[in-house]
C-alpha cells in the first residue's frame, strides 16, 4: 500500500528550529520529485519547496529561502525538511508529495500526499 507519512512537527518558539520528516511505503521516493507544502485552515494549500528525482536539485518560495532546506536520504526512503529561523507565518500543517514530474512547486504536479503533519511557531 501506497503511502506516505510527515512527522516532526510541533510547537517552537519563534527563531528555533524543526525538521519534518516524510517517510514512504510502497513507492521509493528516489524515483520522484518530492514537493513540500503548507496550508493554514481556511486558505489555500501554498509551496515550501522541493526537491528533483535524479540529480537532487531543490528550490524554495522565496518566503523560506534560506531559513528551510530539503534534502534525501535513499537509504531510508526518507525526505527531511529542515526549519531554520521560524517565524509566526510559518505555522501551518505541511505537508509531503511525490509526483513524477520535475521539481515543481504546482499542488497539481503530484500525485501522492501524506496526511500532514502541524508546525506551529509561537512564544
Known amino acids: 500500500q501506497l503511502q506516505l507519512v510527515e512527522s516532526g512537527g510541533g510547537l517552537v518558539q519563534p527563531g528555533g528550529s524543526l525538521r519534518l520528516s516524510c517517510a514512504a511505503s510502497g513507492i521509493t521516493l528516489e524515483t520522484y520529485a518530492i514537493g513540500w507544502f503548507r496550508q493554514v485552515s481556511g486558505k489555500e494549500r501554498e509551496a515550501v519547496s522541493c526537491?528533483?528525482?535524479?540529480?537532487?536539485?531543490?528550490n524554495y518560495v522565496d518566503s523560506v529561502k534560506g531559513r528551510f532546506t530539503t534534502s534525501r536520504d535513499n537509504a531510508k526512503n526518507m525526505v527531511f525538511l529542515e526549519m531554520n529561523n521560524v517565524k509566526p507565518e510559518d505555522t501551518a500543517v505541511y505537508y509531503c508529495a511525490a509526483g513524477v514530474v520535475p521539481c515543481g512547486l504546482v499542488a497539481g504536479d503530484y500525485d501522492y500526499w501524506g496526511q500532514g503533519t502541524q508546525v506551529t511557531v509561537s512564544s
Open positions: 526537491i528533483s528525482s535524479s540529480d537532487g536539485i531543490t
